[in-house]
């Protein structure tokens, strides 16, 4: 992912990374999606088909936040085999740490 924004939070930059990852495929793949945000592997896993039933509602009948970033990683996902794995995060796991690390810088970079 390049760029982040000042104005922000975790979760938008968490969708924001998988949206991004999955635009840049450029053929159907099977694809394993590492992620430490629950939010993120809950919302695509299971969640998202209530929302749509509801008309992007959640189960509170509130709109569903983040809606334009749930809908960019349903339409990238489309093409692809998707296996949505959650790792925990800051847990020692080499790559999750690594993203971590440079997510950070990122930030700082601002």
């Given at each position: ?35 430490d945000s ?16 509801r008309n ?38 080499e790559n ?15």
């Open positions: 992912m390049l760029g982040g924004h000042p104005e922000t939070t975790n979760n938008r930059m968490e969708l924001t990374a998988a949206a991004e990852a999955l635009e840049a495929l450029t053929r159907p793949c099977k694809v394993q999606l590492h992620t629950e939010y993120l592997r809950n919302g695509i896993t299971r969640w998202h088909s209530g929302w749509v039933r992007w509602r959640n189960a509170a009948g509130d709109p569903v936040a983040n809606m334009d970033l749930w809908r960019r990683i349903l339409d990238a996902a489309k093409p692809h085999d998707i296996e949505w794995l959650w790792v925990k995060g800051h847990s020692g796991d999750n740490e690594r993203v971590d690390v440079l997510a950070t810088k990122g930030r700082e970079n601002l």
